[in-house]
């Protein structure tokens, strides 16, 4: 299957509540990146995770890096209906090459 | 932060035109610059990776005659999908990114519409 898988595919929660999603890979990574992407817009970089680096912060954003499972998680904190959108990570490897997973479309209702 | 201007935004031709999309790095300088294509609630599927003044390596099954991709500096890089026909009408996006180890910094698109 393909690297930089995420599930889930599609995650709907009310305002005010966490969401979670996940990445899995299956070879050596340089980094992972997180990235949101509204409809018919280009993708923003919200968070870059280093190989040696196991969680980093970004306001209501934790990512989490687990190597030795080779998956990533992505959590929003007290999520507001502007997060509404879809969430991809993107693996890099040491031969610059970057896989993007499917990406997780999240609705946040109000 | 750092900042891709991507144009036109929206295309909307015949087919057998020819058309050129800019993606611009405005406040750093681009040593890669990626082109992708998305079709609808899909992911980004890499076409090509460009490098500054050396020719665009293309991912297997885009066409290089097709999809022609010109990196003449470090703030600029152009596609030109040539001859465009109904089956090429997709969203494309490029990026830039100043290193390795650096995130890509995305264009905001460009609708192609070829009828």
Not at chain 2, 77 to 94: G, M, N, Q, R
Request: net charge neutral; proline share 3%.
């Amino acid at each position: 299957s393909q690297q930089g898988e995420e599930d889930p595919q599609a995650l709907s929660i009310q305002e005010g509540e966490n969401a979670t999603m996940n990445c899995s890979y299956k070879t050596s990574i340089n980094n992972l990146q997180w990235y949101r992407q509204n409809s018919g817009r280009g993708l923003v970089h919200l968070i870059l995770i280093r190989s040696n680096e196991r969680e980093k912060h970004s306001g209501r954003l934790r990512v989490t890096l687990d190597t030795s499972k080779k998956s990533s998680s992505l959590l929003i904190t007290a999520s507001r209906a502007a997060d509404t959108a879809s969430y991809f990570c993107a693996t890099e490897d040491y031969g610059q090459n970057f896989v993007f997973g499917p990406g997780t479309r999240l609705s946040v209702l109000p | 932060g750092a900042v891709v201007s991507q144009h036109p935004s929206w295309v909307i031709c015949k087919s057998g035109t020819s058309v050129k999309i800019e993606c611009r790095s405005l406040d750093f300088q681009a040593t890669t610059m990626f082109w992708y294509r998305q079709f609808p609630k899909q992911s980004l599927m890499l076409m090509a990776t460009s490098n500054e003044g050396s020719k665009a390596t293309y991912e297997q099954g885009v066409e290089k005659d097709k999809f022609l991709i010109n990196h003449a500096s470090l703030t600029l890089s152009t596609l030109t999908v040539t001859s465009a026909h109904p089956e090429d009408s997709s969203f494309y996006i490029c990026s830039a990114m100043a290193d390795s180890n650096q995130p890509q910094h995305f264009g905001d698109g460009t609708r192609l519409s070829i009828l």
